[in-house]
């Protein structure tokens, strides 16, 4: 079972993983940790993107924000993924057509569009400094699966007005990405890539500026709601009290709410980053620079960073604790595709914890009338979680048309409740991995 310190087990309280997103982090102000009784409109815990986003537009409209972080902005998956802004949601069109119908698939589609242009606007309206670039490039690891990934683009061409998506061959992607382990696959340039801390930094700088009273290393512990009046409570003692509350903790919520722990679990997942590459060797592995995500199920994305660094994620564990030697952990699945790094120095190794659900879709839900969750992004949460935080804010504004859609989705729970889920998943993910290998 996973508790709030398990789940930080791997970690220094309060401070960020020795990850090359820390080491090249942009400078920010530190924030005071909450004393005493609080007061405010709205309570949000969290300091990821999901609860900066609201604390910053929610702070724009008016209101009085306190977010509440366990330890620093940015801190959790936030701060530790692979930074890749994504089109689409988790699940493909098809499937979603399948799931709520073409309508409300459509309207999914352009919500997803949204995240990616709120990422994009918030950079620029805050010039937050994180390295965009654009496009993603899909990698198909089976010669069998590129037909369907070109119905697929053809199918977001035609049936979605996506024109920012295109077909690569095998040769094209050989020349792309210097491997022989892809088929083909495709190349979406609406789509793109980000410095992942930078950009919650930037965003908790924002709030800030905007008038969102930011408290880290407040570790909440328990809620009550009564009344209309929310009851936050943190390991030291304080207390803030709330007309309305907005959970934004993703992987890390497990014991602060079974209703929604019911559904999500959180799983690790980990990322290396070698020394700096020559520019020759940097534009022979990826010749554009792109960011690039495959088609194994325990997926491998992988990019370049600002300085030619390969900062490659794969790999996933489903207990709490990390692999001792996270390097020697991810290495092989890096050398699978690029034997040609055998002889590079790994400088970083680092993990995170997310959160999905059973479908893959984010689980968006009012649980009362005043407290509001998204979460459960299932590794597509960079530009999702950042959209959340708007549509969570125009919810407790009173405007619920795109919270509506989506908590329209239906997310199952797990099978088992919190005793059998774990080792349930863990079954589930050993068959794909080994399906993967085959």
Same mark, same amino acid.
């Given at each position: ?106 309207? %999914? ?27 993603? %490039? ?21 049936? /979605?007005?996506?024109?920012? +998506? ?10 792309? @990405?210097?491997?022989?382990? /892809? ?10 890539? +980000? ?23 407040? @570790? ?78 325990? +997926? ?21 604790? $990390? ?17 040609? %790094? ?13 959160? +999905? ?14 407290? $509001? ?56 993910? %050993? ?8």
């Amino acid at each position: 079972m996973f508790t709030p310190n398990l789940l930080t087990a791997n970690d220094t309280q309060g401070s960020y993983p020795a990850s090359y997103y820390a080491a090249t982090a942009n400078a920010i102000a530190p924030f005071d940790t909450v004393n005493g009784q609080q007061s405010c409109d709205i309570v949000v815990v969290g300091g990821g993107f999901t609860g900066l986003s609201s604390a910053l537009h929610l702070a724009e409209r008016g209101f009085d924000v306190i977010l509440l972080e366990a330890h620093r902005v940015g801190w959790g998956a936030s701060g530790r993924n692979g930074g890749q802004v994504g089109s689409g949601q988790r699940r493909e069109q098809d499937d979603l057509e399948k799931m709520v119908g073409r309508d409300d698939a459509k309207k %999914l589609w352009d919500i997803a569009e949204q995240s990616k242009d709120i990422v994009k606007s918030l950079i620029a309206k805050h010039d937050i400094k994180c390295d965009w670039k654009p496009g993603i %490039l899909h990698a198909d690891h089976r010669a069998r699966f590129v037909p369907e990934t070109h119905a697929y683009t053809d199918k977001l061409q035609r049936d /979605y007005g996506y024109d920012q +998506i295109r077909n690569i061959s095998r040769d094209e992607m050989r020349e792309m @990405v210097g491997s022989a382990f /892809y088929h083909g696959g495709s190349l979406d340039m609406g789509a793109g890539h +980000i410095h992942p801390l930078n950009f919650a930094i930037g965003l908790a700088d924002a709030a800030r500026a905007a008038g969102a009273r930011i408290f880290e290393n407040a @570790v909440v512990t328990s809620y009550e709601n009564q009344s209309g009046k929310v009851t936050v409570k943190t390991s030291n003692g304080a207390v803030v009290k709330a007309n309305k509350m907005i959970l934004g903790c993703n992987g890390y919520l497990d014991a602060l709410e079974d209703r929604v722990a019911k559904r999500v679990m959180p799983i690790n997942n980990f990322i290396i980053a070698t020394e700096p590459l020559s520019d020759d060797l940097a534009r022979d592995l990826i010749r554009d620079d792109v960011a690039v995500a495959d088609s194994k199920f325990v +997926i491998n994305y992988y990019r370049l960073s600002a300085d030619k660094r390969m900062l490659f994620g794969g790999g996933e564990t489903y207990g709490y604790r $990390f692999p001792k030697d996270i390097k020697s952990f991810v290495s092989p699945y890096m050398l699978e595709v690029y034997p040609q %790094l055998k002889d590079v120095k790994i400088d970083y190794g680092w993990g995170g914890t997310l959160a +999905i659900t059973m479908n893959r879709m984010p689980f968006f839900r009012k649980i009362e009338d005043n407290i $509001f969750t998204a979460t459960g992004y299932s590794g597509h949460g960079v530009a999702m979680a950042t959209l959340a935080g708007q549509i969570m804010a125009d919810a407790v504004a009173g405007t619920m048309e795109r919270f509506d859609v989506m908590s329209n989705v239906k997310i199952p729970a797990f099978p088992g409740g919190k005793t059998f889920r774990y080792p349930m998943l863990v079954a589930a993910m %050993l068959w794909y991995s080994i399906r993967d290998k085959l």
